[in-house]
């Protein structure tokens, strides 16, 4: 399935308009951003009993909240911090509705954050990842560093990717 193809069971053309994938940047604090949070609390805090804090969700002020969409469905989410003077740029709460995983959609929403990483500077995307995703991420050109360490209660992994440079400007 190419990533630009709507999912497979919609065959009307309607249907096949209200679930192509679109991407989309939510306002902090706004309803498409509290939608957000409330998909990244379902699918990366409550299975582990934990929850956002106040303070947690304030520090999210100056992130950009990326959004993938099918129709009315909020199908995942990642977020952007701006790059640190050295150019490295750090993507957190990647999360796809685990009704949608193995759709490509992650992959999707991963290459739009890189691009959306370049455009406001950012020369290397890095993360923490969750031990159990470290393969989604490898596939994708993510190389692990260092050691294991515990973040939210889990085994993670430094990995990092260098961006490739966008187009020239004319
Ligand atoms: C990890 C996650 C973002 C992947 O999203 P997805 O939409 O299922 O990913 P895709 O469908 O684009 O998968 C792309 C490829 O990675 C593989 N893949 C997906 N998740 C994987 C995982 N956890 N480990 C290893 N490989 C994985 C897929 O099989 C696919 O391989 P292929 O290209 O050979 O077919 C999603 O499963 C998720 O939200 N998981 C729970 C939360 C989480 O762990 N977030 C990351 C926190 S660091």
């Not at 992130?63 to 050295?86: F, K, N, Y």
């Not at 050691?147 to 430094?158: A, D, M």
């Amino acid at each position: 399935m190419s990533l630009a193809d709507p999912v497979p069971d919609a065959d009307q053309p309607a249907a096949r308009s209200a679930t192509t994938p679109v991407l989309t940047t939510e306002r902090f604090g706004g309803s498409g951003w509290r939608e957000m949070v409330a998909l990244r609390h379902r699918v990366l805090r409550a299975p582990l009993g934990l929850s956002f804090s106040d303070a947690d969700l304030a520090a999210e002020a100056g992130q950009l909240h990326l959004a993938l969409r099918l129709g009315d469905t909020l199908a995942g989410t990642v977020l952007l911090l701006p790059p640190d003077s050295d150019g490295s740029a750090k993507l957190r709460q990647m999360a796809i509705d685990p009704a949608l995983t193995g759709r490509g959609f992650g992959t999707l929403l991963l290459r739009h954050a890189e691009a959306e990483l370049r455009r406001i500077g950012a020369i290397e995307a890095r993360l923490s990842a969750r031990e159990t995703a470290t393969g989604f991420y490898a596939r994708l050109g993510y190389v692990s560093e260092g050691p294991s360490f515990i973040e939210v209660t889990l085994p993670h992994r430094l990995m990092r990717r260098r961006l490739d440079p966008g187009p020239s400007p004319a």
